[in-house]
């Protein structure tokens, strides 16, 4: 399994643009990218996944260079509400049974 | 509907007890997962039902039981649980051929006395 490797923590501003990065260095062929995100004492939320290049949703973008060995959360204009524990998983799209949550990265937003 | 939902959402229980924990999902997903998470930790994976296929993490202790009586709804019987075991304890489905991306449900919090 691919293991990951996020900052323990960062601290943005409201309006800011934030951007989350994740190494994977050992991903495999058939690995996605995927990010949660989780509020304390709920359950984690799936925000974005993707395999390569750029992937964007209405909430985030996932940008994926070439070699597919880290990743990046591109959190547009956050808010406050944004802040929350960011989880960063890589796993294989075919298989449901070898899911692990890295430690995270615990944003913090500041007005 | 695009839920999962999990009952109840708090539990406390004594070491004798038996109880146990419901999920439910009606997204037509096939695959549904049992978590733990300790606070200020990542989720752990327990079980994952999967086609009615199910997969253990082998460092789960047997007072830990699942039960899928259904592909929408997914139990997680205890009994003679420790103090340790106190903890969130939260479900997820997971829509066919997408790995790790999964819906969770709010969660259930265990306390156990």
């Known amino acids: 399994l691919a293991k990951t490797t996020q900052p323990i923590s960062m601290d943005s501003y409201e309006g800011q643009e934030v951007n989350i990065t994740c190494s994977h260095n050992n991903i495999a062929t058939n690995d996605y990218i995927t990010w949660y995100q989780q509020f304390p004492s709920q359950g984690p939320r799936f925000i974005i996944q993707?395999?390569?290049t750029k992937v964007t949703n209405e909430v985030a973008s996932l940008f994926i260079p070439a070699d597919r060995k880290s990743s990046t959360l591109s959190l547009p204009r956050v808010s406050l509400s944004d802040t929350a524990v960011y989880y960063c998983l890589v796993g294989d799209i075919r298989r449901d049974d070898k899911i692990i949550f890295g430690k995270g990265t615990r944003l913090h937003i500041l007005p | 509907d695009t839920e999962v939902t999990q009952t109840p959402k708090h539990l406390v229980m004594g070491m004798t007890n038996k109880k146990s924990l419901k999920c439910e999902q009606h997204?037509?997903?096939?695959?549904m997962y049992w978590y733990k998470q300790k606070a200020k930790k990542p989720p752990e994976l327990m079980f994952v039902?999967?086609?009615?296929?199910?997969?253990i993490n082998e460092s789960v202790p047997s007072r830990f039981s699942p039960e899928c009586p259904n592909s929408s709804l997914l139990n997680l019987h205890l009994h003679a649980l420790q103090p340790e075991d106190s903890a969130l304890y939260l479900c997820?489905?997971?829509?066919?051929?997408?790995?790790?991306?999964?819906?969770f449900g709010p969660g259930t919090r265990l306390t156990v006395t």
């Open positions: 993707g395999y390569k």
């Open positions: 997204m037509g997903h096939r695959a």
């Open positions: 039902y999967s086609y009615e296929k199910l997969s």
């Open positions: 997820a489905s997971s829509p066919r051929g997408r790995g790790p991306e999964q819906y």
